[in-house]
């Protein structure tokens, strides 16, 4: 919980990150993607405050004490979603695994919300993996990255016939959420990789789904919010819009932010640290503190309140996840709109 | 290096500067993705590329190498010319490729069907559409109504650097881009925006621009804190 001027936020971070991308987890003959994936990674650490960067051989693998501090005993976060990312054919163990994620997890009860994964191009094995993942970690949601490098293929999208049998088998199983990470690479690699118009697709066909957009479709934030605003099952996950773009660059900041509360609304908005590639100690403070300027440049852009700031950092992802919130971080009855 | 080589070199690197990241709607030049170049006594341009991730995007990253070779070739002066990018994970895949003139599908086997054609254009109707953002806000600022923005065309706009981009855009796409036409018109079909469509336009042209500005953003911080640190190591 963070506290500021007597208001009181619960924080649910519903994008993070347990990785390990040291050298001895790196595939041979892949080390290459491995290195360049992750310091890819370090360079969005570089847009954050200065004295939040790591160097690259903690950036590589941070303990779990490290998170702990960073996340719950510093970053004000109350619970946290893991939301694995597996590239198994560049990480031995995989990047982040729902495993490797858990077994941490279960030394701290109730702190974490444990997401899984599926692959669309693994077949009946997936099935498989995916089921025993639900029944083993309770699972309500899935991450997916569709840029993901799979025995030759570069990705896939959401449309794909076998992604369509997964989310059916998901939905089966009580998955609730679908993380949608998109990134550069998809078959067949003429097409814009970081399209979103296939999330639209599946938000309709998948109507008991709740989607939601990992930073907010970036680099397509135009396409995106277009789709947004006309599925009522579409999220706006904030990884990456508050830890790139609030410190580094404060007006496009505002400017998202402007776009982001048009189009999608403060009730669909979801705070993720995406740590660790930053800290989410300032980014919470800095949110809670941020305003929308009195530029005439922003004037046509809706303003956020402290009740939108409570939703946006915590209370829209615990309805997501059925999050208990304690009475005295709830918002007073009839809701602020 | 001879003056006349030298002469070629400004040329070369100028015409780079007729280069853009289709994304990003920007000069290589301006974006600091031009590491070096040099052309040598006998015309060999050499251009050596490099760009804000091990992972940008290889359609795009594509089209900036192939874009950079045409131009140099077309420089008086460039006899031939090598575009190596670097410090990219299908940087040899591309350099290849367009050093064989081979074109998109047939330098990634089997992972595209089509050229980048259809891409670029996609691309360029963002940056109509952000353009468009551009040249109408300080004139409703001024108090242009939205439906005198679509009675407006682009003659009766005044001069700026913005219109003349916008005009540009528009061009390349094959849309009216001379006095005549209407300041508003749809990017794909280049018709004037119907009256009730024009506030929901112009919103899209705002979002698209933010949009754009936000990717750039984070893709030149991004670049600075990659090479910074490189620059640093090899110093």
């Given at each position: 919980m963070y506290e500021k001027n007597g208001e009181k936020y619960f924080i649910v971070d519903s994008h993070m990150h347990y990785w390990n991308a040291a050298p001895d987890n790196w595939v041979p003959g892949a080390e290459q993607y491995a290195k360049g994936w992750i310091e890819c990674f370090h360079a969005y650490q570089g847009l954050g405050p200065k004295e939040t960067h790591w160097p690259i051989e903690k950036f590589q693998k941070y303990s779990e004490d490290d998170l702990m501090k960073d996340v719950?005993?510093?970053?004000?976060?109350?619970?946290?979603?893991?939301?694995?990312?597996?590239?198994?054919?560049?990480?031995?163990?995989?990047?982040?695994?729902?495993?490797?994620?858990?077994?941490?997890?279960?030394?701290?009860?109730?702190?974490?919300?444990?997401?899984?994964?599926?692959?669309?191009?693994?077949?009946?094995?997936?099935?498989?993996?995916?089921?025993?993942?639900?029944?083993?970690?309770?699972?309500?949601?899935?991450?997916?990255?569709?840029?993901?490098?799979?025995?030759?293929?570069?990705?896939?999208?959401?449309?794909?016939?076998?992604?369509?049998?997964?989310?059916?088998?998901?939905?089966?199983?009580?998955?609730?959420?679908?993380?949608?990470?998109?990134?550069?690479?998809?078959?067949?690699?003429?097409?814009?990789?970081?399209?979103?118009?296939?999330?639209?697709?599946a938000a309709t066909d998948f109507q008991e789904l709740n989607f939601i957009v990992e930073h907010v479709g970036l680099p397509r934030i135009e396409d995106f919010c277009f789709m947004a605003t006309q599925e009522p099952n579409v999220y706006a996950g904030l990884a990456v819009v508050i830890g790139g773009l609030m410190h580094a660059r404060p007006k496009f900041f505002a400017k998202v932010m402007g776009e982001l509360l048009f189009w999608v609304g403060e009730d669909k908005m979801t705070f993720g640290s995406d740590y660790a590639i930053w800290e989410p100690k300032w980014q919470?403070?800095?949110?809670?503190?941020?305003?929308?300027?009195?530029?005439?440049?922003?004037?046509?852009?809706?303003?956020?309140?402290?009740?939108?700031?409570?939703?946006?950092?915590?209370?829209n992802a615990a309805r997501l996840y059925d999050i208990k919130v304690p009475d005295e971080c709830q918002l007073p009855e009839p809701a602020v709109a | 290096?001879?003056?006349?080589?030298?002469?070629?070199?400004?040329?070369?690197?100028?015409?780079?500067?007729?280069?853009?990241?289709?994304?990003?709607?920007?000069?290589?030049?301006?974006?600091?993705?031009?590491?070096?170049?040099?052309?040598?006594?006998?015309?060999?341009?050499?251009?050596?590329?490099?760009?804000?991730?091990?992972?940008?995007?290889?359609?795009?990253?594509?089209?900036?190498?192939?874009?950079?070779?045409?131009?140099?070739?077309?420089?008086?002066?460039?006899?031939?010319?090598?575009?190596?990018l670097e410090d990219h994970f299908a940087s040899d895949a591309i350099n290849?490729?367009?050093?064989?003139?081979?074109?998109?599908?047939?330098?990634?086997?089997?992972?595209?069907?089509?050229?980048?054609?259809?891409?670029?254009?996609?691309?360029?109707?963002?940056?109509?559409?952000?353009?468009?953002?551009?040249?109408?806000?300080?004139?409703?600022?001024?108090?242009?109504?939205?439906?005198?923005?679509?009675?407006?065309?682009?003659?009766?706009?005044?001069?700026?650097?913005?219109?003349?981009?916008?005009?540009?855009?528009?061009?390349?796409?094959?849309?009216?881009?001379?006095?005549?036409?209407?300041?508003?018109?749809?990017?794909v079909s280049g018709e004037r925006i119907a009256a009730e469509a024009v506030p929901l336009h112009l919103r899209r042209a705002r979002v698209t621009r933010a949009g754009i500005e936000a990717n750039t953003s984070i893709c030149s911080g991004m670049f600075g804190f990659r090479y910074a640190n490189h620059d640093r190591e090899v110093s």
């Open positions: 719950f005993e510093d970053g004000y976060v109350d619970v946290a979603v893991f939301q694995p990312t597996y590239l198994k054919e560049w990480y031995k163990e995989g990047f982040n695994t729902t495993e490797r994620n858990a077994l941490m997890g279960e030394r701290h009860p109730g702190k974490f919300v444990y997401n899984t994964r599926f692959d669309p191009r693994d077949g009946d094995a997936g099935i498989e993996e995916l089921k025993r993942n639900v029944e083993r970690f309770g699972s309500r949601g899935v991450k997916l990255y569709t840029a993901e490098w799979n025995a030759g293929s570069r990705g896939y999208k959401l449309t794909d016939p076998a992604a369509y049998r997964f989310l059916e088998v998901a939905q089966g199983l009580g998955i609730k959420n679908i993380h949608v990470h998109k990134g550069p690479t998809i078959w067949p690699l003429d097409k814009d990789a970081f399209d979103v118009s296939d999330v639209d697709h919470v403070e800095g949110f809670v503190d941020w305003e929308m300027p009195n530029d005439p440049e922003f004037s046509d852009y809706p303003r956020l309140t402290t009740a939108g700031k409570k939703k946006i950092l915590g209370l | 290096m001879t003056t006349a080589a030298t002469d070629v070199t400004s040329a070369a690197y100028a015409a780079l500067g007729s280069v853009r990241d289709p994304e990003l709607d920007e000069p290589i030049t301006d974006l600091g993705f031009v590491a070096s170049c040099t052309v040598s006594c006998d015309g060999r341009a050499r251009v050596r590329l490099r760009l804000p991730t091990y992972f940008c995007a290889p359609n795009f990253a594509f089209l900036m190498v192939a874009d950079a070779y045409d131009a140099l070739v077309a420089t008086p002066g460039v006899l031939a010319a090598e575009v190596e290849a490729g367009v050093a064989a003139q081979a074109g998109f599908v047939a330098s990634f086997d089997g992972e595209a069907v089509a050229e980048l054609g259809d891409l670029r254009a996609q691309f360029l109707r963002k940056a109509v559409m952000a353009g468009t953002d551009q040249v109408c806000r300080p004139l409703a600022a001024a108090g242009a109504t939205p439906q005198r923005l679509r009675a407006m065309t682009l003659g009766d706009v005044p001069p700026s650097g913005e219109l003349d981009r916008l005009r540009q855009r528009r061009a390349e796409l094959g849309l009216p881009a001379g006095d005549a036409a209407p300041l508003l018109i749809d990017p």
